[in-house]
C-alpha cells in the first residue's frame, strides 16, 4: 500500500446510511471499509466525512423521533458517536488500516490557526498509510448550530470545508438516493452532469423528510456550487450501490456528476 497517493479523495456518508432501526449499520460501513482499502491500493487516498452519531445515539435510546431541544440531540450525539466509530475501528481494523476520529466545530473551521493544524494532522495521517481520517461535527459542543438545527446541514457543508482543506481531488457525497432527479419529490429523470448549479437546477430539489437527518438535496447543492467555484468536482450517488466508489473511481455512469 503506496504512503504517497497520487489522488485524494473526500467521502461524506449521510445519517440514513449509517443508522438503521437496529443502529449502526455495520455491515454497508464493512463495505465501505473494503471499498476505502482497494481504492488505496491503486493509489487513491480517502478522508471521510461521517454522519451519523444523532441517529446512532437515537437508536441506542429506542427513540423514533429526532429530539427537538439542544440538549436532547447532544445527548443522542455523546451516545452515539462512540458506537459509530467503534464500527468504522472494527471495519479498518480487518484490512490492517486505522480509524482516525476527527471532531470540529463550524468555530474550528473559522480558525485559521487550528485549520492549519488539521492540515498538518491530516498531512501526517495520509502519509502513515493505513490510516483514514474520519471526521464528524462534534455535536455536544456545536449548541448554537444544534439550537438552530441547521449545522453543517447534515455535514455536506463540512465536506466542502475538509474538501478545500485538504486540497482534495473530489468530493463525493453518497447519500439514500441516485443522485439528483429533475422532480422535487425525487422522482424524474436523474441528471447525470451538472456544471453550474443555477436556479434551473436548484428547482429540482426537495426537502428531507427523515426524522433521522438535517441534510436535503438543498445542501448538497449549496455544497455543488461552493466545489464548482473552487474547482472540485463533485459526485452525490447512492451509497447502497455495490462499489459505487469503485465505480466513481472507474469513471462510470453512476449519481450525479458536478465538474466544469
Known sequence: MTNTPKTLWVVKVGSNLLTNSGGVNRVLIQDYARQVHALRRKGCAVIMVSSGAISAGMSVMGLKKRPADRQG???CATIGQPKLMEAYAKAFKKYDMHAAQILVTSWDIDSRKVCANLQATLARLISLGNAVPIFNEN??????ELEMLNRFG????LSAHVSSLAKAQRLIILSDIAGLKTKPDGTGTL???????????????GKSQSERSVGGMISKLETARRMLEAKIPMVIASGREKDILLKIHQKKAVGTWFET
Open 191 to 205: 441528471v447525470r452532469r451538472v456544471r453550474e448549479v443555477d436556479e434551473k437546477i436548484l428547482s429540482y430539489a
Open 73 to 75: 440531540l447532544q445527548a
Open 154 to 157: 447534515d455535514n455536506d457543508k
Open 139 to 144: 455535536d455536544a459542543l456545536s449548541f448554537e
